[in-house]
């Protein structure tokens, strides 16, 4: 799927791109427990979207990883689409030999 094709409310979200950057991590507390999130930009070769990073995402990546985000959730906020993983989805750093040839 491309970015591109993307739909606010959308769920089982497979998607590949590049993290083109990545805000400073917040933490805040939510039910008595310290959660981490960081936003950041994903793109591919039709678009981009907003990406939240939540937790041990929001420090594991950096600027240039190629990504694949697997059973991702697609929300609006503040009027824009954000992607995000999810309580149900992951994010894995692709390998270089993972990479598409098109």
Do not use: C, P
């Amino acid at each position: 799927m491309k970015i591109s094709e993307l739909m606010i409310k959308q769920g089982n979200v497979e998607v590949e791109g590049t993290i083109t950057e990545i805000g400073e991590v917040r933490t805040f507390n939510k039910y008595g427990k310290e959660l981490h999130v960081a936003n950041a930009v994903l793109q591919d070769d039709s678009g981009s979207i907003q990406l939240t990073l939540w937790n041990d995402d929001a420090t594991r990546f950096k600027q240039g990883d190629k990504v694949k985000i697997n059973n991702g959730f697609v929300n609006e906020y503040q009027g824009e689409k954000q992607l995000t993983s999810g309580k149900f989805g992951s994010i894995e750093k692709m390998k270089e030999s993972e990479e598409a040839t098109e």
